[in-house]
Nanobody
Framework: VQLQASGGGLVQPGGSLRLSCAAS????????MAWYRQAPGKQRERVAQ????????YYDDSVNGRFTISRERGKKTVYLQMNSLKPEDTAVYYC?????????WGQGTLVTVSS
């Protein structure tokens, strides 16, 4: 499985971005996809997770109400709609997929929130 993330960029505080992550290869039902992020000098942290059927199961408290994770049922692309962005959201955002006990990571896409 390969994960290709896109959609990062520079945005002003209060702005919005939409990240996409497309999975290729053999993806089985029952997988969980997620977005993580890693800010400079900090550990990678989980941002949001979603089940195969499209139900979000986790949002970090710092993004709850501002970010929305989504995917079409059974599809291999996951999205992260980020609204009301703050400077502290600046990080490299990574796509993650877990299936049958194996974890896969995308290459990351940089999000910079700055005026």
């Amino acid at each position: 499985v390969q994960l290709q993330a896109s959609g990062g960029g520079l945005v002003q505080p209060g702005g919005s971005l939409r990240l996409s992550c497309a999975a290729s290869g053999t993806v089985f039902a029952g997988n969980i996809m997620a977005w993580y992020r890693q800010a400079p000098g900090k550990q990678r942290e989980r941002v949001a997770q979603i089940l195969t059927g499209g139900s979000p199961i986790y949002y970090d408290d710092s993004v709850n109400g501002r970010f929305t994770i989504s995917r079409e049922r059974g599809k291999k692309t996951v999205y992260l709609q980020m609204n009301s962005l703050k400077p502290e959201d600046t990080a490299v955002y990574y796509c993650n997929l877990v299936q049958r006990g194996t974890e896969y990571w995308g290459q990351g896409t940089l999000v910079t929130v700055s005026s």
